[in-house]
């Protein structure tokens, strides 16, 4: 299994990213993918999750108004929409990915350790 985080780069307080989390190796239709940031330094925070059947998405309280995203499984691919970027946006961007288990209670998917697979992370810099 992998997962590629990619469309990070360097962008001016304001400006507009888009993420993409591209996974191989899976069916991806029975994956939960989630995104995370970590500063340099701190423990990584939830941003937001994708559900595997594409019906329910959870976002970080305090991103959702900046943050949107959707999942393509033709493309096994996950897109975050970062707009309103500000300098405490940055941060490295993971991307992670959690089987679903049929019959099991609800995982809780603002956690790290729900999550088996994870990707590198792509470097989101914002300057004010």
């Known amino acids: 299994v992998q997962l590629q985080a990619s469309g990070g780069g360097l962008v001016q307080a304001g400006e507009s990213l888009r993420l993409a989390c591209t996974a191989s190796?899976?069916?991806?239709?029975?994956?939960?993918v989630a995104w995370f940031r970590q500063v340099l330094g701190k423990e990584p925070e939830f941003v937001a999750a994708?559900?595997?059947?594409?019906?329910?998405?959870y976002w970080a309280d305090s991103l959702k108004d900046r943050f949107s995203g959707a999942r393509d499984d033709a493309e096994n691919t996950v897109h975050l929409q970062m707009n309103s970027l500000k300098p405490e946006d940055t941060a490295v961007y993971y991307c992670?990915?959690?089987?679903?288990?049929?019959?099991?209670?609800?995982?809780?998917?603002?956690?790290?350790?729900?999550?088996?697979?994870w990707g590198q992370g792509t470097q989101v810099t914002v300057s004010s």
């Open positions: 992670a990915a959690h089987r679903r288990r049929p019959g099991r209670p609800t995982a809780d998917y603002g956690a790290r350790a729900t999550y088996e697979y």
């Open positions: 994708f559900s595997w059947n594409g019906g329910t998405l």
């Open positions: 190796g899976l069916t991806f239709s029975d994956y939960t």
